[in-house]
């Protein structure tokens, strides 16, 4: 079992920056991939970025160029930098962790972007 632990949401103005930080339970290394997923309300998860065990990373369109995914296997801990944040960035933010065909996930994290 994989217990992950998402930190570092919270209100910020349009245009700030937030970082999130996900802490797994075990080794990272032994991830086939990593990644951040978003929900709004009344919408469906959907990726933001991942970062695979070689340090490959995708985003989606509408965070490239704003967020950052990294990960640090020494802490057994992801991130997710996220920079000119929009309203349309607030969510709640889930870490997932996939090994052998299988997720698991965070309990997620409320990031609100107003003024």
């Known amino acids: 079992q994989v217990q992950l632990v998402e930190s570092g949401g919270g209100l910020v103005q349009p245009g700030g920056s937030l970082r999130l930080s996900c802490a797994a339970s075990?080794?990272?290394?032994?991830?086939?991939?990593m990644a951040w997923y978003r929900q709004a309300p009344g919408k469906l998860r959907d990726l933001v970025a991942s970062i695979t065990s070689s340090g490959f990373t995708n985003y989606a369109d509408s965070v490239k160029g704003r967020f950052t995914v990294s990960r640090d296997s020494d802490k057994n801990t992801m991130y997710l930098q996220m920079n000119s944040l929009k309203p349309e960035d607030t969510a709640i933010y889930y870490c997932?962790?996939?090994?052998?065909?299988?997720?698991?996930w965070g309990q997620g994290t409320q990031v609100t972007v107003s003024s």
């Open positions: 075990v080794s990272i290394d032994g991830a086939d991939a």
């Open positions: 997932n962790f996939r090994r052998w065909g299988l997720d698991f």
